[in-house]
């Protein structure tokens, strides 16, 4: 298959390195422009909070208080919306969950573990 050169990104980073003092160079005739490229096809792009309706933050609440694991959370996510969800998120977003959960109970960040489970058999 025959490619159009002119269609190609031009991006190009050149360096080179003085042999004596071992200082690596950007060349001038680097090109840092990029263009031409496809679109990133929506599969493949990372989910966020923004792809999540308010009934599916609901859920993901519900999941993380009834103690299931992020990494079956994200891939629950990402079944139901159909972008990959990171462990990473599904875990900040736990964090966040509980911090939340925690809050409205009257627990705060700086109770040490003792208070919040006093508070938590208050409750």
């Known amino acids: 298959m025959p490619t159009d050169y002119n269609k190609l990104c031009k991006f190009q980073i050149k360096v080179t390195m003085n042999y004596y003092t071992k200082h690596w160079w950007f060349l001038s005739s680097s090109n840092l422009q990029h ?20 009934e599916q933050m609901k859920f993901i609440t519900q999941l993380y208080q009834h103690s299931v694991a992020p990494s079956t959370i994200s891939d629950i996510m990402t079944k139901m919306v159909g972008k990959e ?12 969950v509980t911090e939340t959960i925690d809050t409205a109970n009257g627990i705060t960040a700086d109770m040490s573990s003792a208070q919040k489970t006093l508070e938590c058999l208050r409750l």
Do not use: C, M, Y
């Open 85 to 96: 969800f990171s462990l990473d998120f599904t875990s900040n977003l736990g964090r966040k």
């Open 35 to 54: 263009n031409d490229h496809p679109p990133v096809w929506i599969k493949a792009q990372l989910g966020g909070e923004h792809d999540l309706s308010a």
